[in-house]
C-alpha cells in the first residue's frame, strides 16, 4: 500500500513538476533568450547603420505593403481559390500570397494570413530561382534586378505563366510558373544556348526572410530553418542562424529545405532525382535580420545550341496534414510530413491525429471527436483499468488492516514493510496494479497536447458555447466574473471554466481512492486537484477538455468497479 502511494505520488509530481517547469521556467527563458537575441542583434545593427549613415548619410524608409506592391513595377496577379498575391516581373520573385482560408484571429474584422511580401515592407519574405555561373565567368546571368518579359498577366490554377529574358549574349532564359489548386508552385527554368562557346550553369533557389518573427516560445515546436537531407530531417533555429552567419548544410539526392512558421510552411522542393547542396545564411542589413535558405544544384555544361531544363516545386501554404501527405506521396518528396512537427512520440501522435480527423469526418466537430477518442480509449485499456480499479478497491477495503499493522510495527519499519507484503500476498494484491490508469494516460496527454498545439486543423477549431478554439486556453474565468466586469485579467490570472471543471473531477476521483497514510502525502494529494488547474489553466482548452472527460469516465468506470468489490456504497 505505502509503496503504491508513494509510486502514485511520485507520479503526480513528476507530471507536475514537468508542466510547471514548462510553463513558469522554459517558456519565459525561451522568450526572454528571443528578447536579448533580438536586443543584441537590434544593437549590432544600430551600430553598424550608425557606421553606415555616416558615409552614404541615407536612412532606410520601410512602406506598408500596399504601397510597396503599387510602387514595385508590373506584377502578375495570382488568382486561386486559396492564395491570393502577385509575382514580381523584376527578379521573377514569389513576394506576395496572402492565404484566403485562413485569418489572423476569430474577430469578425481579422484580415487573412498574410505568408509572403516584398522587399521594402521591413518584414520581405520571398523565394527566388535563378542560376548561377562559373566564378569569373562574364557571361551575363538574371538577377534579383532583372525584369521578366511575361505572357500573361494573371496565374491561374492549370494555367501556367511563361517569363522570358535574353542576356543579349546568345541566352535565352524562360521561367514557367504553374501552381495547383492549393499551394504548390512548380517553376521550370529553361536556357537556350545560341552563344559561341559552352557555359556552366547550376540551378539555384533562395528563400529570404527579413525581421525576426515572432514565435510560440515552446521549446516543444520548432520554428525556423529546416529540410530533409538524404532522408534525415535537420533544424536549424533563428538562434543558431544568428550564431553562425554560414551553415553548411550536407549534399542531398533528394529531398526539400524551407523556413516554417508554427502553422505555415514556405520551402523549396529541388528536382528529387539529382543532388544539391544547402546552407543556411544570417545577416544585417538596413538594421534588419535577414534569414535565408538555399540550394545550388549540380554544375552543367550548356553547349552552343543546346537547351538545359531544371524544374523546382515551391509550397507556400498551411501546413494541413492531409495535404502534406498528398504532397510527399504524389510527388515523391523525401519525409516532406516531417515539416509538422510531431515530435519524439511521432509513432503515437500521428496516429492520434488521424484518429480524431477521422472522427471528426462523422460527428464534424474535434472537441467532440476528443470525447468519443476518450471513450475510444477507455474501451482499449477496459481490461487493465478494470484490474486496477479492482485493486484499488481492496486496497481501500484493507485500510483498517493496514492501519492496524502500521500501529503494531510503529517502532520497527523492517516488520511493517513484511508484513504489508505479506498481507498483500494473502489477499491477493498488486499494489502497482493502481497505477496502470495514470500510466496510461501520461503519453496519450502528451501525444494530444503536441496535436492540439502543432496541427493547423487544431487552430480556430470550436467545441461548444463559449469554446471557439481548442488549441487556444479557455479564457472565460472567474476573475472579471466570466465577462461582465469589463477587465483583462494577467494571463496568469485567467483561470476558466474547464480547468475548474477539471479540478473538480479530480477532486470527485480522488475520493474514490484510499486514503494515503501519510499525514504529509494526504495534505499534497489534497492541494493536487488546485494545483492542477492552475498548471493547466494556460495550456490549450482541447487538451482541459480530454483530462475531465477522462476523468468523468474514470469516476463511473471505478465507481461501478469498487461498488462491487463492497469499497464504496
Known amino acids: 500500500m505505502q509503496e503504491n502511494r508513494n509510486l502514485l505520488l511520485a507520479l503526480a509530481v513528476s507530471l507536475l513538476i514537468m508542466l510547471a517547469f514548462d510553463f513558469f521556467y522554459l517558456k519565459p527563458a525561451k522568450e526572454e533568450q528571443a528578447r536579448q537575441a533580438q536586443l543584441n542583434a537590434q ?95 562574364t557571361q551575363a546571368l538574371p538577377s534579383a534586378t532583372t525584369v521578366w518579359k511575361a505572357d500573361k498577366t494573371e496565374l491561374r490554377p492549370g494555367e501556367a505563366v511563361t517569363l522570358t529574358w535574353d542576356n543579349g549574349s546568345g541566352l535565352l532564359f524562360t521561367k514557367v510558373i504553374g501552381l ?32 525576426r518573427p515572432e514565435t510560440s516560445g515552446f521549446y516543444i515546436l520548432h520554428e525556423g530553418a529546416l529540410g530533409v537531407f538524404d532522408g534525415v530531417l535537420e533544424e536549424i533555429d533563428y538562434d543558431d542562424m544568428e550564431d553562425d552567419p554560414t551553415i553548411e548544410l550536407k549534399s542531398s539526392d533528394g529531398g526539400w529545405l524551407g523556413i516554417t512558421d508554427k502553422y505555415w510552411l514556405v520551402a523549396m522542393i529541388p528536382d528529387q532525382e539529382q543532388n544539391f547542396v544547402a546552407h543556411t545564411q544570417h545577416r544585417i542589413v538596413n538594421g534588419k535580420n535577414r534569414y535565408q535558405v538555399d540550394f545550388m544544384g549540380m554544375q552543367k555544361v550548356l553547349a552552343p545550341g543546346q537547351t538545359m531544363v531544371e524544374q523546382t516545386s515551391l509550397f507556400a501554404g498551411a501546413k494541413e496534414v492531409s495535404l502534406i501527405d498528398k504532397y510527399e506521396s504524389s510527388m515523391g518528396i523525401s519525409n516532406f510530413d516531417l515539416a509538422i512537427d510531431w515530435g519524439w512520440f511521432y ?90 490508469p495514470i500510466l496510461l494516460q501520461i503519453p496519450v496527454f502528451f501525444s494530444l497536447y503536441k496535436v492540439l498545439f502543432v496541427t493547423i486543423e487544431m487552430r480556430h477549431a470550436p467545441f461548444f458555447g463559449w469554446v471557439n478554439d481548442l488549441s487556444a486556453p479557455d479564457t472565460l474565468t472567474f476573475v472579471n466574473l466570466f465577462g461582465l466586469i469589463p477587465w483583462d485579467p494577467p494571463s496568469f490570472m485567467v483561470i476558466g471554466i474547464w480547468p475548474i471543471l477539471m479540478g473538480l473531477s479530480m477532486y470527485g476521483q480522488q475520493k474514490l481512492n484510499p486514503a494515503p497514510a501519510d499525514p504529509m502525502q494526504a495534505k499534497l494529494f489534497m492541494f493536487m486537484p488546485l494545483i492542477f488547474v492552475i498548471i493547466l489553466a494556460p495550456f490549450p482548452v482541447g487538451l482541459v477538455i480530454y483530462w475531465t472527460w477522462n476523468n468523468v469516465l474514470t469516476i463511473a468506470q471505478q465507481y461501478v468497479i469498487m461498488r462491487r468489490e463492497g469499497a464504496v456504497a
Open 43 to 137: 544593437q549590432s545593427a544600430d551600430m553598424g547603420l550608425a557606421a553606415l549613415q555616416q558615409q552614404v548619410k541615407v536612412t532606410p524608409v520601410f512602406q506598408s505593403r500596399e504601397e510597396v506592391l503599387s510602387n514595385s513595377g508590373q506584377r502578375i496577379n495570382i488568382i486561386s481559390p486559396r492564395i491570393n498575391g502577385s509575382i514580381s516581373l523584376t527578379g521573377a520573385r514569389i513576394d506576395d500570397v496572402v492565404l484566403a482560408d485562413y485569418n489572423d484571429s476569430l474577430e469578425d474584422d481579422a484580415s487573412p494570413v498574410t505568408l509572403l511580401q516584398p522587399r521594402g515592407t521591413g518584414e520581405a519574405y520571398y523565394a527566388e530561382f535563378n542560376w548561377l555561373g562559373l566564378e569569373g565567368d
Open 180 to 211: 495547383d489548386k492549393n499551394y504548390m508552385f512548380t517553376i521550370t527554368q529553361t536556357v537556350k544556348s545560341q552563344a559561341a562557346s559552352p557555359v556552366v550553369l547550376a540551378p539555384y533557389g533562395l528563400i529570404s526572410r527579413e525581421g
Open 347 to 436: 509513432w503515437l501522435t500521428r496516429p492520434i491525429f488521424y484518429a480524431l480527423d477521422h472522427i471528426n469526418d462523422y460527428v464534424g466537430n474535434f472537441g467532440v471527436s476528443i470525447l468519443v477518442l476518450t471513450v475510444l480509449i477507455k474501451i482499449l485499456f477496459f481490461p487493465l483499468a478494470n484490474k486496477s480499479y479492482r485493486a484499488l478497491g481492496k486496497m481501500k477495503l484493507l485500510a483498517p488492516k493496514m492501519k492496524e499493522i502500521r500501529e503494531k510495527y510503529a517502532e520497527d519499519k523492517v516488520k511493517q514493510q513484511q508484513a504489508t507484503m505479506e498481507l498483500y500476498k494473502t489477499e491477493k494484491i498488486n499494489p502497482l496494479a493502481g497505477c496502470l
